[in-house]
């Protein structure tokens, strides 16, 4: 090696120890926490918690997985609420990106999976908007992990060839879904955000072709010791809820495969 390539090269790594110490560059882990249970968090979501600095975390994450977060991160909840959101999300997602460029490995924990009714393709659009790292960690999502504590397979040879996820999030006070498409037979449908739009849920699909003792279940905390399911048809199943001082997050389950519950029901809660 001649001596200036020696020298430029000596220069390079300076520079490069430099950049290591000085300029720490920041990252957004987008993280599923799954559906409650702790044990149910992926191994790779439990070290990158373990590893950020600043932890930015949602309503739907248990207070149990928020103890595996590292000692010393810091907390920040941005918790959403229906129709209160505490922080809005054009706010979370700056919050993130400005957050990374201070040089701070944040992870953005979220219930279930990020890419299911997670708003996580909105975040990391402004983190590539803005030049930031990232990566996504897929978590189980409540209608996995529901499904599995109450012992209602989503699909079955004798039951269901394909299941479908769908929103019951009202909007104007209605809920813009084709029912013509979730009233045909040999499917799942399992609706989040679904408890407030109950009763619209069940009144359409009778409209549209479902008979009304149609088999319907009710899963509350699912995965949780406070696990509750309820099961009854679309004729009553609002009723039932009315009546039993149900609390979030919930989500419903419609299909013959409901019927496996009683069956199959394996989850030993608090109440059973
Ligand atoms: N990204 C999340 C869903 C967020 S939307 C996921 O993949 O699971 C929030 C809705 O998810 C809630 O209104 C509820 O319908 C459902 N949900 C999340 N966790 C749940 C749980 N443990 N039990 C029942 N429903 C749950």
Redesign the pocket.
Known sequence: MFAGQEQQAELQLQQALYNQEQHTVGEVYVI?AG??AADLLTFRALRLMQQADVVVYDR?VSPEILDLVRRDAEKIYVGKERDHHTVPQENINTLLAELAKSGKRVARL?????F???RGGEEIETLMQQGVQFQVVP?I???S??ASYAGIPLTHRDHAQSVTFVTGHLKNDSINLNWTQLAAANQTVV?????VGIEKICNALIAHGSPSDFPIAL??????QNQRVITGTLSTLPQLIANAQIK????IIIGTVVTLHKQLNWFQTKGN
Do not use: H
């Not at 609706?191 to 408890?195: A, H, I, K, P, R």
């Not at 899963?219 to 949780?224: A, I, K, S």
């Open positions: 599923g559906p409650g739907l979220k219930g279930g999976d990020p299911i009714f997670g978590g999502t409540a209608a992990g529901c609706v989040y955000m679904g408890l899963v509350q905390e699912g995965t949780m979030p997050p919930t989500l």
